[in-house]
């Protein structure tokens, strides 16, 4: 393995991916191998994870191909340095930021989305010129040997590996030196990351996760707008793997008064999409494994819990299923209300008023994203400015996943550094400062030995007053 | 809980004490008090007064613990504080504006912003060469930003910490910015607690440590560390105005002792001797006769580096390559501006930053050869200098070198730049800082998406059809014609 890395630091040494024409061709062949094995994808993702055709293309393949194109397209714009202003005080002189590579990376990738978040962060590292070192997650076994497997095959192998295995592997790359560490996954392993990354001074982007609220406010507005809602809210909690996702719904805030309206809502809403019962459930991934699948079923083992159970519940250990549950206004100290719960169960949390979700979500740490059904301009303003959260989606779930524009990160808890469109170029860049001067003219006061008027004519110069510059010139201000 | 030394009458600032300071911080953003506009002007302001109503007692602090010459006091340490302040006043209603961020087909329709809020309640921890500079410049960033502040000077320059806390307590607002002084312990105390952002100055040991304790709260970093900046001078300039502008970076700058300090020169064998001659000639004339006499040099902060450094010029196979000054003075910290010429490469004052005012100049057949030699030194240093006409070469140094920050034809002067982020890469640190990039170090950049309820595209939504995947294809490429037929065929299908 340290072979494999000595190998990716000579290529980068040797200028290996520095070029444009590296980087097109790399990120083209990327394309290229999406392309050429979607079905063996959609297959992989089958195996590991249950996940349908059409969930597979809008989560991971669709994605990539859009991330893959969008960046071919700008490359040339981003790698071009971007000329900065310089005060008259230096004429003559040019001030540039030019981008450059940070060198070799670590890409961690987790096991729910194993292509889109291995892939994606691989697209911005090689479009910012770096060699690259991608270890996906061993609980996507498929998803990681396809990609172990298919890598080598389109892309150039002295620049880009792959390297499978479990945490004792991630363990030992921890423990080299790298130019930038890219993790998706949880908190408690973000730790440690960041820790091994300090005792090599090695930036690091950490995307986490959190408790993601939706608070819904719009049941009341009119019956299609309701319906809209439920639909994706419903998309948006089960919908991304069945909740195992960062940026999936973990629990609703809603009026107590409209309560049940919501939960009928729902429950029309997900029998439509997957079916009536835990036998007839379709269109929906499974849980990765058995262990996620206890930790699951034992947030419903509390039986204050249980009790606040309205829809579901029901497992299926055998299949590693776990029907899309509903519980209504479960114990706040419950482990279902403290952790994250990354599955399809969804508490449903009753207010007096709806403006006591700004309060609410404020007592837990800050999520990825807080989604927010409303159409009060004011409420919205309220949240936006009271709260704090990674992002902000109004009316709507997921979607901003697929905004290349909006860069996608955390803050506090839920992580740290941003990616997605330029942003990924970005966080696998250094952004280095230039400046260019003439050797005329000069300005002497800077030079000791210095003297009051050298004084006074260096800090009218650094206020920029190059009236007062030329009173004193010309004898007029005395030092 | 603060426990009474009655011995030194002074309280003793530990982890309790710390948790309280930081409670009482964090009570103090909740109510959203550093959040106001007015409230980040009035503290600009407030430090604009600070600085300029005690001008005479921030120098005379400087003196104490450099024998910093008033000129550098004056325009480093007081004026770009001045300037950051006047910037951020400026600009901060602009910067604090929503950035609009452009939408495409696949999420129409919708409109997306990009917010700048506060992070919270941050850390900045800066050091003993420019006490006033870093700690002040940093805590402008995070007030135009909103934030609560603790500031913890270096007690390597203990005038300036004292004189920092007590202007600090008298002008800025207490419940929001506070000062805590000490040495590794307080520090330790500090870096226990759970901050939003942390602010670090100073060397890649201590980094290390900031960054692990950092790690243990998940909080986001700027690391504003050294490394060896070397200079390349090429025989085709007008030697005099380099030289001159390399001493002012080098000697003029706190005596050496700067982050961005010109560390080494490269040049080709058959200059080295004019170079040294030029040196000569312009250091006389900067500093007279005799340096140690001269009211325009820093000295030495203190005996452990001044130890430190006559290792670096005693050592052997080094101290006859002396070419130019090596008078020292013990008792006052005082060393002249010395040269050095060939010595070893793997010398101890070619292996560390020397952060000093000692000039090694290390010679090269071929000026090309200087790139091979910076890039074998390992880290990447904070600056790196050229200083040459030929267009050529200008642009290989700025293509292939690493640094933070480079400057052709001039050192260190790009820090006044604001347009330029200021920061390092690899051992020389993470993230930037100044101008706008002081803003944006300490705010989180929060994207909003907001949708509407119309245009809800069915085809997210099970039950999952091979239609649907056809349709889907084709919303995500974004592509009209895609979409077109793709819909034609579902109606017609």
Redo the contacts between chains.
């Keep these: 393995m340290e072979k494999s890395i000595a190998e990716l630091r000579e290529t980068f040494?040797n200028g290996g991916t520095k070029s444009i024409s590296w980087r097109k061709s790399q990120l083209k062949a990327l394309l290229q191998l999406i392309n050429q094995n979607e079905d063996s994808i959609f297959k992989a993702l089958d195996q590991d994870l249950g996940k349908?055709?059409?969930?597979s293309?809008?989560d991971e393949v669709?994605?990539l191909?859009?991330s893959v194109?969008y960046t071919l397209s700008c490359l040339e714009k981003w790698v071009a340095p971007k000329k900065?202003?310089?005060?008259l005080l230096?004429f003559p002189a040019k001030?540039e930021?030019?981008p450059?590579p940070?060198?070799v990376v670590l890409i961690f990738s987790s096991w729910n989305f194993p292509f889109t978040l291995a892939l994606d962060p691989l697209i911005g590292a090689i479009s910012a010129g770096n060699t690259v070192l991608l270890k996906p997650s061993d609980l996507a076994p498929a998803c990681m040997s396809f990609l172990v497997e298919t890598i080598p095959k389109y892309l150039d192998n002295k620049a880009i590996k792959v390297v499978a295995g479990g945490a004792d592997i991630g363990e030992r790359l921890l423990q080299l030196k790298w130019?930038k560490i890219f993790f998706t996954g949880s908190?408690r392993v973000?730790?440690l990351v960041?820790?091994a990354?300090?005792?090599h001074?090695t930036?690091v982007t950490?995307e986490?996760g959190g408790k993601c609220p939706a608070i819904v406010d719009?049941l009341s507005t009119t019956p299609?707008?309701a319906k809209?809602t439920a639909?994706?809210i419903?998309?948006g909690k089960w919908?991304p793997c069945n909740g195992q996702a960062c940026i999936a719904i973990d629990y609703l805030l809603v009026e107590e008064k409209l309560a049940s309206t919501l939960i009928e809502l729902l429950k029309k809403t997900i029998k439509?999409?997957?079916g009536e019962n835990i036998k007839s459930l379709?269109?929906?991934s499974r849980i990765v494994n058995e262990h996620q699948f206890q930790r699951l079923v034992n947030l419903l083992k509390d039986p204050n819990v249980a009790d606040s159970i309205v829809y579901g519940g029901s497992v299926d250990e055998e299949k590693l299923v776990i029907e899309p549950t509903i519980l209504l206004d479960p114990p706040l100290d419950s482990e279902i209300m403290s952790e994250e719960i990354f599955g399809p169960l969804l508490p449903i949390i009753t207010l007096k008023n709806i403006e006591e979700s700004i309060n609410f979500i404020n007592s837990k740490s800050n999520p990825l994203v807080i989604y927010a059904f409303t159409e009060d301009e004011t409420f919205k303003k309220r949240i936006?400015?009271?709260t704090?959260?990674?992002?902000?989606?109004?009316?709507?779930s997921m979607?901003?996943f697929?905004?290349?524009?909006?860069?996608?990160g955390g803050?506090?808890?839920s992580?740290?550094?941003?990616y997605h469109g330029k942003y990924s170029f970005d966080t696998f860049s250094?952004?280095?400062?230039?400046?260019?001067?003439?050797?005329?003219p000069?300005i002497e006061p800077?030079?000791?030995?210095?003297t009051d008027f050298?004084?006074l004519f260096?800090?009218l110069a650094?206020?920029f007053d190059y009236f007062g510059l030329i009173l004193l010139l010309l004898g007029f201000k005395s030092s | 809980m603060l426990m009474e030394n009655k011995a030194e009458n002074k309280a003793v600032f530990d982890a309790e004490s710390a948790n309280e300071v930081v409670k009482e911080l964090r009570d103090s953003f909740v109510t959203?008090k550093t959040?106001s506009y007015r409230w980040r002007v009035t503290q600009l302001k407030a430090m604009l007064k600070m600085l300029d109503e005690n001008e005479p007692q921030i120098v005379a602090a400087l003196r104490d613990d450099l024998s910093k010459?008033?000129?550098e006091s004056?325009?480093y340490e007081i004026?770009?504080v001045?300037?950051s302040c006047r910037l951020a006043l400026k600009e901060m209603n602009h910067w604090m504006m929503p950035e609009k961020?452009?939408?495409?087909l696949?999420?129409f329709p919708?409109s997306?912003e990009?917010?700048s809020?506060p992070?919270?309640v941050v850390l900045v921890i800066s050091a003993w060469n420019y006490p006033f500079l870093v700690s002040l410049d940093p805590v402008v960033g995070a007030i135009s930003a909103g934030n609560a502040i603790v500031l913890k000077p270096s007690e390597m320059a203990p005038a300036s910490s004292s004189l920092l806390a007590k202007l600090v307590a008298d002008y800025l607002d207490s419940s929001c910015i506070k000062v805590v002084e000490g040495a590794i312990p307080e520090t330790s105390a500090l870096l226990e607690q759970k901050w939003?952002k942390i602010l670090y100055t100073g060397n890649?040991r201590v980094?290390?440590i900031v960054?692990?304790a950092?790690?243990?709260h998940?909080t986001?970093v700027v690391?504003e560390?050294g490394g060896k900046s070397p200079v390349i001078v090429v025989s085709d300039?007008?030697l005099k105005?380099?030289t001159?502008r390399i001493?002012?970076g080098k000697w003029?700058c706190n005596n050496g002792q700067a982050c961005v300090s010109p560390d080494y020169i490269i040049t080709t064998k058959d200059y080295a001797t004019k170079l040294v001659d030029s040196f000569k000639c312009e250091l006389e004339r900067?500093?007279?006769k005799d340096p140690l006499e001269?009211?325009?040099l820093s000295r030495i902060v203190n005996s452990n580096h001044f130890d430190r450094l006559s290792k670096l010029m005693d050592e052997e196979k080094v101290s006859s390559k002396i070419v130019h000054g090596g008078q020292r003075n013990e008792k006052n910290l005082q060393i002249a501006p010395t040269i050095l010429l060939d010595v070893p490469v793997n010398s101890l004052i070619m292996k560390e930053e020397i952060f000093g005012p000692l000039l090694p100049i290390i010679t090269v057949d071929k000026v090309e050869q200087s790139f091979d030699l910076i890039?074998s030194s390992g880290g990447k240093p904070l600056a790196a200098y050229l200083f040459t006409?030929n267009k050529k070469l200008?642009r290989k140094f700025?293509?292939t070198v690493?640094?933070?920050?480079?400057?052709?034809?001039?050192t260190a002067?790009?820090l006044?730049?604001h347009?330029?982020?200021?920061g390092g890469?690899?051992?020389s640190?993470?993230?930037?800082y100044h101008g706008k990039f002081s803003f944006d170090a300490f705010s989180?950049?929060?994207?909003?998406?907001?949708?509407?309820?119309a245009g809800?595209a069915f085809l997210?939504?099970?039950?999952?059809?091979?239609g649907?995947?056809t349709l889907?294809?084709a919303l995500?490429?974004?592509s009209i014609v895609g979409i077109i037929r793709a819909l034609l065929g579902w109606f017609w299908a």
């Design positions: 040494k349908s055709p059409v969930e293309y809008r669709g994605v191909k859009k194109t900065a202003e310089v005060p230096f001030a930021v030019m450059q940070l060198g130019d908190p973000g730790r960041m820790a990354a300090a005792k001074l930036p950490l986490l719009t299609s707008k809209v639909k994706r419903v998309g919908g439509r999409f997957y379709k269109s929906i936006l400015s009271e704090s959260s990674g992002t902000v989606t109004f009316n709507d979607v901003q697929l905004c290349d524009s909006l860069p996608f803050v506090g808890q992580g740290f550094g941003r250094h952004e280095k400062s230039i400046l260019h001067r003439g050797f005329y000069e800077r030079y000791p030995p210095w050298k004084l260096i800090k650094y206020e | 959203g959040k010459p008033e000129f004056s325009l004026q770009m001045n300037n961020a452009k939408t495409s696949t999420t919708s997306a990009i917010v809020e992070l919270g939003d890649g980094a290390r960054m692990a950092a790690a243990k998940l986001p690391l560390l300039i007008n105005v380099a001159r001493i002012a003029g900067f500093y007279g001269s009211k325009d890039h006409n200008k700025v293509e690493s640094a933070g920050g480079l400057v052709v034809n001039d002067v790009h006044a730049i347009s330029l982020p200021f890469v690899g051992e640190g993470m993230g930037s989180h950049k929060k994207a909003v998406l907001y949708r509407g309820f809800d997210r939504y099970p039950p999952y059809t091979p649907k995947l889907l294809q995500l490429s974004g």
